[in-house]
């Protein structure tokens, strides 16, 4: 299992902890889709893309506020650059829960940039170990006491 995924207060990396974040809900959302495969119910993992304005910045000091909100984020209006508005992160939620695309379930979506319709992605090599995905549900079982 992923050394950092139970952090303690010493030696805490917020980046580390964003990242790992990330991963334990693609693992989360395909172990409950395994669990939930003869049900009618279909989970997929969405990838909203970055979005600045969603407390990403709230520990980046002035500097990091600055560059993401001022200097980053300005981009988008005009079409380029690599950061979303909440309302397009939103986007790729209410199609990855609606569209026949997602039907399937147990899929990974993303809405590229300047498109109007999901995409599904491949997640990384390590997403998809289904030991870690098991390890990670008995973790949060246990941790809700469940």
């Not at 580390?16 to 495969?37: G, H, M, V």
Request: proline content about 5%.
């Amino acid at each position: 299992f992923p050394e950092g995924i139970l952090q303690t207060k010493d030696g805490y990396d917020g980046f580390q902890a964003y990242r790992t974040s990330k991963l334990c809900n693609i693992w989360f959302t395909y172990e409950l889709q395994r669990r939930l495969e003869k049900e009618s119910v279909k989970v997929n993992a969405v990838s909203p893309g970055f979005i600045p304005t969603t407390g990403l910045t709230r520990r980046s000091g002035w500097l990091g506020v600055f560059f993401l909100h001022y200097i980053l984020d300005p981009w988008r209006y005009i079409g380029l650059g690599i950061t979303r508005s909440p309302e397009e992160g939103a986007e790729v939620i209410v199609q990855a829960s609606t569209s026949e695309i997602a039907s399937k379930g147990g899929q990974y979506f993303h809405l590229p940039k300047g498109k109007d319709k999901i995409e599904p992605i491949s997640s990384s090599k390590e997403s998809m170990d289904k030991e870690k995905a098991t390890k990670l549900w008995e973790i949060s079982l246990e941790t809700c006491k469940l």
